[in-house]
């Protein structure tokens, strides 16, 4: 069964807010008291969070789908519905998270940082957060946004100063084994190692932690091997390690060959040409070993390597080896600059931006985008007039209509709000400046208008009746 796991397809999706409450207070004696319709709740947004105490992401391998809970509906008497809780996830230090195409969305190091993955829809307002001194009584309220959906890939990347890295059974699992507490599978076959190990090494007053990569062969950055699948986990690494085995039993190769194909593998993989190297020769307890390292010491010294010849086995060499990594580790921290607790990017908008745009499709349909726009469309209840008018004043504010003149856009015209997939398309038309053509004087709720005397009411109820009996003789001619 997989253990280890550094690569998943996550699907998430955030809560849906709860939509707002259109109510209007009764009690007794006074049966209209006003709106008190409370607000919907927000939905719970999705988080990724690091734990150092995880280290695989091996929990969304077998259960990629998440969401969090949605926020409740609001209530009559300004009562507000409860938000929907944040769904946190947690994933190991040094997780990178990726859109589908590949792009970096955050990287995720350190213990507790924290990123929202998906945001959960706002509640929709109540009709009493709606009342205004010309809307004293809304019959409407506005819907709850629906939460973010989102497909990340999570990608694992071993957070080490240190990274063993050479030809599988070179010893990288027993050279971790003696210099740190770690204890890896060994044995003598090829690929005994089929995770990153890490391990912890002191060497005076330098901590620092190294990992053991793998083993990677001719053609790993192509996906031969594990080495494509773990070659990710050098990256973060301060200091590579060539450990060459000098006894090994393959006649066609050697350490300085070794090392050539490990070296071209990590040069078309990219991006780890500015880390230093050191050479370790590994297994000189092997007579035969010991002088296939005398050998080719002084060829690696000549080409600018740092050389050292160990035994893992055998402890020797190894007290060397770890205080001249404690010594390049440290030269990298140096060389790191200080990177602040909290980094805040500010993107201001540009001086000329009305915040949505309009453009022409090649089908005459006219098309309306913008952030604005789009979340007022998820916010109506379309069968409601009141809100729908109410719709038509917001965008008529916001420079909607004026823009679809300047566009060129006629009576009649094919208008749509949002992305292709999920649009609102109307025709349009431009005597809907202000909504107020259409609904008359919406949100203003005439039974909280000065009574009327009571001749006047019989006077209007038989206006009514005359109507009522016009529209009905009409109909019945037909």
């Not at 007794?28 to 280290?55: H, I």
């Not at 959960?120 to 009493?128: K, S, Y």
Request: with cysteine; proline share 5%.
């Amino acid at each position: 069964m997989t253990t280890f796991v550094d690569r998943v397809e996550l699907h998430i999706a955030a809560g849906n807010g709860g939509h707002g409450c259109a109510s209007v207070h009764r009690e007794k004696f006074k049966p209209l008291g006003g709106p008190d319709g409370g607000n919907g709740g927000r939905g719970g947004d999705v988080v990724l969070t690091v734990d150092q105490s995880v280290t695989t992401l091996l929990e969304y391998h077998h259960s990629p789908h998440r969401k969090a809970t949605n926020g409740k509906p609001g209530e009559g008497g300004n009562r507000s519905g409860k938000d929907g809780q944040d769904l946190v996830l947690v994933v190991p230090d040094g997780t990178v998270v990726l859109d589908k195409a590949g792009n970096v969305l955050a990287d995720l190091v350190g213990h507790g940082t924290s990123y929202i993955a998906a945001q959960g829809g706002r509640g929709g307002l109540g009709n009493a957060a709606l009342a205004s001194a010309r809307r004293k009584a809304p019959g409407f309220a506005l819907l709850g946004e629906p939460g973010d959906l989102q497909d990340i890939v999570l990608e694992l990347k071993t957070v080490a100063d240190v990274a063993l890295v050479g030809y599988p059974s070179a010893g990288k699992s027993s050279l971790i084994s003696v210099l740190s507490a770690a204890k890896p599978k060994i044995a003598d076959y090829p690929f005994t190692t089929l995770v990153p190990n890490l391990g912890v090494v002191t060497a005076g007053s330098t901590v620092y932690t190294i990992a053991d990569v793998p083993g990677l062969i001719p053609g790993a950055s192509q996906g031969r091997g594990l080495g494509l699948e773990f070659l990710r986990h050098v990256e973060r690494c301060s200091v590579l390690v060539h450990v060459l085995d000098t006894a090994t039993l393959e006649s066609d190769r050697d350490p300085a060959s070794d090392l050539d194909v490990i070296e071209e593998e990590l040069r078309q993989y990219g991006g780890l040409g500015d880390r230093p190297r050191i050479v370790v020769l590994n297994k000189i307890d092997v007579p035969d070993g010991k002088e296939l390292a005398e050998m080719v010491r002084p060829d690696l010294e000549a080409r600018g390597y740092r050389v050292f010849e160990v035994s893992a086995v055998a402890h020797m060499g190894l007290k060397e080896l770890s205080f001249a990594l404690a010594d390049l580790v440290g030269q990298a921290r140096a060389a790191k600059p200080q990177e602040e607790a909290t980094r805040i990017v500010i993107r201001p908008k540009a001086v000329d931006d009305a915040g949505f745009t309009v453009s022409r499709e090649e089908d005459g349909l006219y098309r309306v985008r913008g952030e604005k726009p789009e979340r007022w469309v998820r916010q109506t209840d379309f069968n409601n007039d009141e809100a729908v008018g109410y719709l038509a004043d917001r965008l008529n504010r916001l420079g909607v209509e004026d823009e679809l003149m300047k566009a060129g856009a006629r009576a009649g015209d094919g208008v749509a709000i949002g992305p292709e997939e999920n649009a609102v398309v109307f025709d349009w038309e431009p005597s809907m400046t202000t909504g107020a053509e259409m609904l008359g004087r919406r949100g203003e709720d005439h039974r909280f208008e000065a009574p009327r005397p009571a001749a006047q009411r019989r006077r209007d109820r038989q206006a009514e009746r005359d109507e009522a009996d016009r529209e009905f003789d009409e109909f019945d001619s037909f």
